[in-house]
């Protein structure tokens, strides 16, 4: 049992690159999400999905997409990446209203 | 804004001694909930509280609700080196039909052998 799968776990990119941060879940979760962990900001809700075809914008949307075709997949794109998006990003599926399970994390640096 | 304030932001106390941490939110929520966080690793679900619970343990855990401060406290006893760790907490709330879990900014605990 995986539990939730994030790739890549490193990825450098330059100012404007586009990229696309995969997340996958084997626990058949309704409910999904991506975070981004800053020093000192704790995590910051970017966009959440609580079925397939049904996505919501959380507390930092701004220059992310998301997208749900599936229960397990909930990839995040980042479209033309800025220096400000340099983070940590985590996944996590749940039933909700139940606890979340985490990925290991996706440490994007953008130049 | 972020939903959930924890404080004191970084904690640092004997082995054997007791840590506590508190959290403190500010809208209505479902649950709220602990996480923890070793160094550069995911977080991993510590309990949850329902807003109609006051109390609730896990083994040297001790977790605290007052919906009416809107506030939680995580009490963890006999403190050990190895739980050295970031702890979150979270809350669950519905909004437009649909729940979001909204992090607090954590509370870094060093716990000295």
């Known amino acids: 049992n995986a539990g939730v799968t994030q790739t890549p776990k490193f990825q450098v990119l330059k100012t404007g690159q586009s990229m696309t941060l995969q997340c996958a879940q084997d626990m058949n979760h309704e409910y999904m999400s991506w975070y981004r962990q800053d020093p000192g900001m704790g995590l910051r809700l970017i966009h959440y999905?609580?079925?397939?075809?049904?996505?919501d914008q959380g507390e930092v949307p701004n220059g992310y997409n998301v997208s749900r075709s599936t229960t397990e997949d909930f990839p995040l794109r980042l479209l033309s990446a800025a220096p400000s998006q340099t983070s940590v990003y985590f996944c996590?599926?749940?039933?909700?209203?139940?606890?979340?399970?985490f990925g290991e994390g996706s440490r994007l640096t953008v130049l | 804004s972020q939903q959930g304030e924890e404080d004191p932001q970084a904690l640092s106390i004997q082995e054997g001694e007791n840590a506590t941490m508190n959290c403190s939110y500010k809208t209505s929520i479902n649950n709220l909930q602990w996480y923890r966080q070793n160094s550069g690793r995911g977080l991993v679900h510590l309990i949850l509280i329902r807003s109609n619970e006051r109390e609730k343990h896990s083994g040297r855990l001790r977790v605290t609700l007052d919906t009416s401060k809107k506030s939680s406290s995580l009490l963890i006893t006999a403190s050990r080196a190895a739980d050295t760790a970031s702890y979150f907490c979270?809350?669950?709330?519905?909004?437009?039909?649909?729940?979001?879990?909204?992090f607090g900014t954590g509370t870094r605990l060093k716990v000295l052998a």
């Open positions: 999905s609580v079925g397939a075809g049904i996505t």
């Open positions: 979270a809350t669950a709330r519905t909004t437009s039909g649909t729940y979001k879990y909204i």
């Open positions: 996590a599926s749940s039933y909700v209203p139940g606890e979340l399970f």
